[in-house]
């Protein structure tokens, strides 16, 4: 029986995807989370053998999730489901040690499949996206990328260092180095073009 955690935050969509998944002979969904860290929570306290997980999610995204449970050596294989068909995302998705990247919109018995596959080693990513992921490099370092996130929601140079304990000059650096890396007029045309490539 292959144990599954479902991470969605609305629940409409985590609930269907619960009983669909729920209802294969060799699936038992051993847990449902909203957002990432309570994911992150439910996946030391159950021990699932894979985790379905959305991406942009309140408290902790679904990358960032991917990337805690490589860091901390959990053995959780990580499918990405999401609507977002960005090859940064699917980049960013393989370079935090997930195991499979799908789209919303494919057929659900490719979701089962994709489980059994990547639960037996495999990995699972969406064909389409597969082709263009390499054919643009993600320019931001990781520290740029969490600086211009952060201005992309319109906080100040003033509280992103106090939230990154960084000082203010340090931040201007990254999101000056940010702007000119994405060729963009302003801090909010940088993380408006770096979101949709998939790099935020």
Known sequence: MIRLLVVEDQAMILGALATLLDIEDDIEVVGQARDGREALEMVCETRPDVVVTDIEMPEMTGLDLAQEIRSRGLRVRVIILTTFARSGYLRRALEAGAAGYLLKDAPSDQLAAAVR??????????????????????????????????????????????ELHLSRGTVRNYLSEAINKLDAANRVEAARIAHQKGWL
């Open 117 to 162: 596959r990547v639960h037996a080693g495999g990995r699972v990513i969406d064909p389409e996206l597969a082709g263009r992921a390499w054919d643009e490099a993600d320019p931001l370092t990781q520290r740029e990328r969490q600086v211009l996130r952060l201005a992309g929601e319109g906080k100040s140079t003033a509280a992103i260092a106090g």
